[in-house]
Structure formats: C-alpha cells, structure tokens
C-alpha cells in the first residue's frame, strides 16, 4: 500500500536505530509510523513497539507488518498518556509536534533518546529549537544518499532527497 507522505529510506531507518541504540525490554514508540517499517527494524531489538498515526491506512498498514506491536490511530499528544513511558522514540511524522514533544518529554523515562526525521529545513530548525527547550538537543545531521544505477557502460549516482536528523534527550 502507498500511503501519501515520503517513506524512510533504509539507510536512514539504519542510523537512525543506531543514535536510538534500542535495548531489550525497551519501550519504543514510532510517531508517524506510516508504513511499519522503522518500528519493523526495531522489533529486532526489543518487543515492546509501539506506534501512533493520524492517518487509519497507515495504522492498518503497520500492524499488518508487524504484527506484535501496538498501533493506535489518532494524535500523538491525545494518544500518549495511554502509553507506558518510553526509553526511545522515533519521530517521522512531525505535525503538532509543537504539542506533543513537550509531552513525550514530560512523560519519557530519564534518559529517553529520540530521533526527528524531517524533510524540510525550516521544520528541522523548529525542531531543534523545541528540543532544546524540552529535551537535550544532541546534534542535528543532513543525510544524503545517492543511489547507482547503469549509465552508458558505466555508473553514475542518483541523489534521493537528502532529510535532516534531529537527535536529543530527556
């Protein structure tokens, strides 16, 4: 299924597991989980997944790749109080983030570490500054990737849209 928005590359679904470095027995939760894949990665390393979309289709879309997390659909800062507190989150979908960072924040274990994907750059400045005020801002990245593919005997690169990581802590 083809939901609207941009899918998280594999690549970055990789370094973002690796700033989050999920434990066993650690609360994850993936805000704007979309297609399951990001919260599909982490089922590797702990079972307690959880994930939150304003869109029904991409709920349905999770659950059906994994199975044994627990998807809610709805808005993030209405659906969080009925979450158990989490040790790390992943954060794709950004709308009202404004709303309900400050939450996660207040409601995350000490130590909680989170990653924000973002597209755009205003967005990703935002972000940062709103991390700063509720979190520990640790370091804003820009990931690009370029894929190969054959070109006149030879290969050339195609750039995919590069996104930004903002990456803190409670």
Not at 30 to 48: E, Q
Not at 121 to 137: D, F, Q
Request: charged share 20%.
């Amino acid at each position: 299924m083809k939901l609207p928005g941009t899918a998280t590359q594999p690549e970055n679904i990789h370094i973002a597991l690796g700033k989050l470095d999920i434990q066993p027995g650690m609360v994850f939760l993936d805000v704007g989980c979309g297609s399951g894949a990001v919260s599909l990665a982490a089922c590797r390393f702990t079972d307690r997944i959880y994930g939150i979309d304003r869109r029904a289709e991409a709920v349905l879309a999770s659950r059906a790749l994994v199975p044994g997390a627990t998807f809610r659909h709805g808005e993030a800062v209405e659906i969080l109080d009925r979450l158990p507190p989490v040790d790390r989150c992943f954060i794709g979908g950004t709308r009202g983030i404004e709303d309900f960072l400050p939450e996660l924040a207040r409601k995350a274990h000490p130590g909680c570490r989170m990653v924000v994907n973002l597209a755009r750059m205003g967005v990703a400045s935002r972000v940062a500054e709103l991390m700063e005020e509720c979190c520990t801002l640790e370091e804003v990245l820009q990931v690009q990737i370029c894929r190969g593919y054959p070109l006149a005997g030879d290969w050339a690169l195609r750039p995919v849209n590069p996104i930004f990581m903002v990456v803190g802590r409670c």
